[in-house]
């Protein structure tokens, strides 16, 4: 699936909801399914800063496409993480590069996209970018 | 407890706050973030209004009408910061931006008067604007920084502090109130011992001011320092007190206007006390709505606010403890009405996202004080503090809503 199909598709899981408290259950859920990094990738270089709760991000190519890995020690985090992770990995560097994060809103997470946002969703999905932009360079 | 609750009447109370009409995401704002900053009566916001509707002017220097009323009145607000805190001269007051600004006044002011080897002690409950100007003190002079441990309550080890004190200390630092914890450390004890052995004390008034009033004359105290803000005044502006000499033998801060007395290019002599520490044009309006802020808080008195706080401390900790799993840190019996606490092993993030979502305004993180969440293992806490217009109702409201976050999150 592209980029674009996975991000319409969390969309329409989460128009089933009619509250936040459920999307929030239901993000909660997702985080336990996030693709969870190595212990020996748990280093304070991979921690992303900008966020309240330790954000740990992995990266690594395989057939041109990036595969990400993750934690966090909060769970809301975790589920945040666990969805861009859905939406960016397996995917070539170039179309993560290039993709844009408009869904965030429609899911009814806008909030934590403010930059000041003690979260870091911003960092998050800039770190992300920041690993395909790495990989695209070696491509070239 | 009932009658101390019933000393004042909070829904009166309530209506001078603008702000606590407000809803947020839908529910009623439940404002438990007081120890960051108080929020402010519509009297200090009507003293900003008026400042710049009818006398917004430039001060000390000009002789034209305006100017001369603004003066009066930004000097008329140091004169109540001084029968606040009770100083013996109008002059021992320096207006600051905040807190911050006061202790960096003391720590670059002592570069001058500390020599290689002699010693700083600070407590192991400080904010990190009480630490680092230490440090950056202690790196410019060869000082060594000693740090008085804490104990499980959140308290200070007295025994190890009088271990601590020697010929060598020369500056004691410590905060009246922790704000992490809201533990209320026994400074009279600290004050008395370190004036033993020759050494000035400094105490970090932010978090005690808007519960208790200092008497700086009483205590004895070097230098005492506080933030307007969390007062129900406005942001950017806060006090130095400090002794009349021990103010005249530090250096200025800053250089600029105001801080003069005679300028050529050959020599430049200082302005007297307190205008030797305010370079520059202050901030007007914040100074005058700072005297209205200890205007509004000394008419409802402090006596009354801190019995109300106690009993919304003693009904806070009781219901929150009912919930399993749920540990409070910061036990002393001297403490503030500031109660913080984790989940079981839920993230303080998690627990403060979820209570946001339900209109709770609570604190999440290390607040500044990275070693006391070192010191007990954890990422951070999450805190809610109370203040005299908060009421037993949004207590429960913020107990549902923990307990809402717990079912979700465990």
């Known amino acids: 699936m592209t980029i674009q199909e996975i991000q319409e598709e969390i969309v329409d899981e989460f128009g089933m909801f009619d509250d936040w408290m459920q999307r929030y259950e239901y993000m909660i859920e997702l985080g336990k399914s996030l693709p969870l990094i190595e212990e020996k990738y748990k280093t304070d270089d991979n921690i992303i800063k900008g966020c309240q709760s330790k954000v740990w991000v992995h990266a690594e190519m395989k057939d041109d496409k990036v595969q990400f890995t993750a934690d966090s020690d909060a769970i809301i985090t975790k589920g945040i993480i666990a969805i861009l992770i859905r939406v960016f990995s397996e995917q070539h560097p170039a179309a993560i590069i290039e993709a844009d994060t408009d869904f965030i809103d429609e899911i009814g997470l806008k909030e934590h996209l403010s930059p000041t946002r003690a979260n870091g969703l911003v960092s998050m999905i800039k770190q992300l970018k920041m690993y395909a932009i790495a990989y695209q360079t070696q491509l070239n | 407890m009932q009658k101390e609750i019933d000393m004042l009447d909070v829904q009166k109370i309530r209506e001078d706050f603008p702000i606590l009409t407000r809803e947020v995401h839908g529910k009623p704002l439940v404002y438990f973030d007081n120890a960051a900053t108080s929020q402010t009566p519509q009297v200090v916001i009507d003293a900003i209004v008026d400042y710049y509707s009818n006398y917004n002017a430039n001060i000390h220097r000009g002789v034209h009408t305006l100017s001369q009323e603004a003066t009066d009145a930004y000097e008329m607000a140091r004169k109540k910061v001084q029968k606040h805190f009770n100083a013996k001269h109008t002059h021992e007051i320096i207006l600051t931006s905040g807190t911050t600004h006061s202790i960096n006044i003391i720590a670059t002011g002592f570069t001058s008067l500390l020599s290689e080897g002699d010693e700083i002690i600070v407590s192991a409950l400080e904010h990190h604007s009480n630490i680092v100007p230490w440090q950056m003190l202690c790196e410019r002079t060869g000082a060594i920084l000693k740090v008085i441990p804490m104990n499980e309550d959140g308290e200070l080890v007295m025994d190890v502090y009088d271990q601590l004190l020697s010929n060598q200390t020369k500056l004691v630092f410590t905060n009246h109130i922790s704000n992490a914890l809201g533990t209320i450390n026994p400074i009279e004890e600290i004050i008395e011992k370190a004036h033993s052995v020759g050494a000035a004390v400094l105490i970090d008034g932010a978090q005690a001011c808007p519960h208790v009033k200092p008497d700086v004359q009483a205590l004895d105290v070097d230098f005492y320092v506080a933030s307007a803000h969390k007062l129900c005044g406005p942001t950017g502006v806060g006090m130095l007190y400090g002794k009349e000499e021990w103010l005249n033998k530090l250096p200025p801060y800053q250089g600029g206007g105001e801080m003069i ?39 409802i008195g402090f006596e009354n606010i801190a019995a109300y706080e106690n009993g919304l401390l003693e009904y806070g900790t009781q219901k929150l403890l009912e919930i399993e799993g749920l540990k409070i840190y910061g036990t002393s019996k001297n403490k503030t009405s500031v109660i913080s606490f984790n989940l079981n092993d839920i993230h303080p993030y998690d627990v403060g996202t979820i209570v946001d979502k339900l209109g709770i305004a609570v604190r999440t993180g290390h607040h500044c004080a990275q070693p006391i969440m070192d010191f007990y293992k954890i990422p951070g806490t999450v805190r809610a503090s109370f203040s005299f217009y908060n009421t037993k109702e949004e207590i429960d409201a913020l107990v549902e809503a923990v307990k809402k976050a717990k079912m979700m999150l465990s």
């Open chain 2, 261 to 299: 007395e005679q300028v050529t290019f050959e020599k430049t002599t200082y302005a007297g006390l307190p205008h030797k520490f305010e370079a520059g044009t202050p901030n007007i309006c914040g100074g005058i709505a700072f005297g209205a802020a200890l205007d509004y808080m000394n008419g």
